[in-house]
């Protein structure tokens, strides 16, 4: 009894955090469920580089909802998945929520209501639907296309006697490049593992140049050997690049967003694995390095007969939650948040690779066009097929394997056991 009374006393605590900062919390929230008014929680909103996305959005839903208030209250993205668990725990909050693609949405299909029957107009127009489903129904729909390309600063590869539109195939090339590198005062890659992301992003960047076609394939397929040669060297690869100094320093001490950012954006390391919507993508990069500078390159093959591809799901994508009284009026409100014209504008401000394949982006300069290109035979990225019980496994032994606290074979053991079904 006094555990459940101390959970009792927690879960009031964190509910009450969630109105910190923004303009409501749960108990605001709570009405979305009335019909008079939908409450929508996400990480985005805020941001001003969102605002007319959220402004358009709001439009094309009014003009069916004209009565009907939506308020969007933007979380902070650190406590984000904490306060929505608790949310749920709860029974109420939100009507309509955004997810990641992936481990984050699937973990949590249970709270959410299945909306196929709402969207099925809008299948042929967006991309990315994979990652937000489960057993053949679909829980969110996509607002952008995240992926993982590398990056590479054409201006340092001047430096370093180079040449900028000749990225290497191979990881021996790529080692050859990294000395050179080295020599103009610059690392190889622009690290921050902080908290624990950095693995992601090696792992699904790289990936598709050390797994064997069969070995990805099957990862993604759920049928995950975590002993497999691609997936042993994947890991030891991670560990090698550290060791040899090819990150930038203190990759455990620095955090991804931004700090490992600003280091490849400030010329300290000559590649960085970004993303390619919203944030550590092309078009902020294009802003400190200038377009023609920022270069894209496939993952050069560490293992012969590796196929590697552009790794890349759904990104981000709003959910409806099962608590909300009116199922179809939340989920006009995700529809109107897909639609092309509010995703146009969040293309053109924020720089998101946008779900809808009818936005034209011919202007967007060479990197943009070199990822939208990749898209035809792109793959799923090997992180998002795990769950995020095992994402956040992933992370603390990533960094244990950094620091030299752990093995590679300890590590892959107690992954494969954390990856088994429950």
Known sequence: MK??????????????????????????????????????????????????????????????????????VAQPFEQYYTLLGAAIQAGKGPDV?????????????????????????????????????????????????????????????????????????????????????AKAGAKCFGQGNKEGIGIQFFMSGLGSGILTPKEYD???????DWQAPGVKRLFQLWKEVSDAGLNTDGANSTAMFNDAFAQFQSGKAAHMIGLMSDIGHWKDFNEFLKPENVGVMIAPVVTDGATPSLPYDGGIGYAVAKWTKDPKLAADLVRSLTSTDALASFYADAGAIASDTTIDVSTAGPAVATIVADLKSGKPALHVALSSKTIDLMGRLSQQLISGSVTVDEALKQLAASDKPA
């Open 3 to 72: 555990q459940r009374a101390l959970w009792s006393a927690v879960l009031i605590a964190v509910l009450a955090m969630s109105g910190c900062g923004s303009a409501s919390g749960p108990k605001e929230a709570d009405k979305g469920s009335n019909g008079g008014k939908l409450v929508v929680w996400d990480w985005k909103s805020g941001d001003a580089t969102a605002a007319s996305y959220i402004k358009k959005a709001k439009a094309d839903f009014a003009k069916s909802h004209p009565d009907t208030t939506v308020e969007f």
């Open 97 to 181: 929520m955004l997810f990641n693609g992936g481990g984050q949405i699937r973990d949590r299909v249970d709270s959410l209501v299945a909306i196929d029957e709402y969207i099925a107009g809008d299948k042929q127009r967006l991309a990315g639907w994979d990652a937000f489903g489960k057993a053949g129904k679909t829980y969110a729909a996509p607002v952008t296309l995240q992926g993982h390309p590398i990056y590479y600063n054409k201006a340092l590869y001047k430096k370093a006697g180079l040449n900028p539109d000749s990225p290497p195939r191979t990881w021996t090339e790529f080692l050859a490049n990294c000395a050179a590198i």
């Open 218 to 224: 099957d990862w993604i397929a759920g049928k995950r």
